[in-house]
T-cell receptor
Framework: AQKITQTQPGMFVQEKEAVTLDCTYD???????LFWYKQPSSGEMIFLIY??????QNATEGRYSLNFQKARKSANLVISASQLGDSAMYFC???????????FGTGTRLTVIP | DTAVSQTPKYLVTQMGNDKSIKCEQN?????MYWYKQDSKKFLKIMFS???????INETVPNRFSPKSPDKAHLNLHINSLELGDSAVYFC?????????????FGQGTRLTVV
């Protein structure tokens, strides 16, 4: 089964603090990609960060970093110095080798508290 | 300069009607997708096209028919709309097929069937 699990339906974080959003996945593929997307209340899907299964280093993009633990099949998103504009739904997704689509988790709603 | 644009953004229609959603990408990408996001925010692939050819057709009623006149366009036509078709439909594109390629999403079309 191509399961992507996000165990936190909702998270709260104080402005300027860091927060970790959890994601675990199921796969027997040796090669795959992991993605995080942000969906603000306006509804669009915004690509944040990508991690390849063979990448030696954890991906970083500005305030976003991905804590990739391959043996545990986890790809947690870390947002540092949270801002009010970070309040949104966050989706973890996995790309499948040989297929042409992303499998998405159920999402985590992050609320940043001033 | 919208990279992936879909129209309309909102669509309200009666049961039994036929409607279309248009999608265009100006990124020069080879691969385009349609995803459906249900009321619980779960995103699932419907169709995937690569260079105008259908690659993925998930378990979607045949009332849904994608059409790709060229690789920059992937339209979705829906016949005999049902109440259960109410959802947000996202068009997306990626540079190429494969597990390591991020998808860029349109702003979504919120379809409401009454």
């Amino acid at each position: 089964a191509q399961k992507i699990t996000q165990t936190q339906p909702g998270m709260f974080v104080q402005e300027k603090e860091a927060v970790t959003l959890d994601c675990t996945y199921d796969t027997s593929d040796p090669s795959y990609g992991l993605f995080w997307y942000k969906q603000p209340s306006s509804g669009e899907m915004i690509f944040l960060i990508y991690q390849g299964s063979y990448d030696q280093q954890n991906a970083t993009e500005g305030r976003y970093s991905l804590n990739f633990q391959k043996a545990r099949k986890s790809a947690n998103l870390v947002i540092s110095a949270s801002q009010l504009g970070d309040s949104a739904m966050y989706f973890c997704a996995r790309g499948q080798t040989g297929a042409n689509n992303l499998f998405f988790g159920t999402g985590t709603r992050l609320t940043v508290i001033p | 300069d919208t990279a992936v644009s879909q129209t309309p953004k909102y669509l309200v229609t009666q049961m039994g009607n036929d409607k279309s959603i248009k999608c265009e990408q100006n990124l020069g990408h080879d691969t385009m997708y349609w995803y459906k996001q249900d009321s619980k925010k779960f995103l699932k692939i419907m169709f995937s096209y690569n260079n105008k050819e259908l690659i993925i057709n998930e378990t979607v009623p045949n009332r849904f028919s994608p059409k790709s006149p060229d690789k920059a366009h992937l339209n979705l036509h829906i016949n005999s709309l049902e109440l259960g078709d109410s959802a947000v439909y996202f068009c997306a594109s990626s540079l190429r097929q494969g597990a390591s390629t991020e998808a860029f999403f349109g702003q979504g079309t919120r379809l409401t069937v009454v």
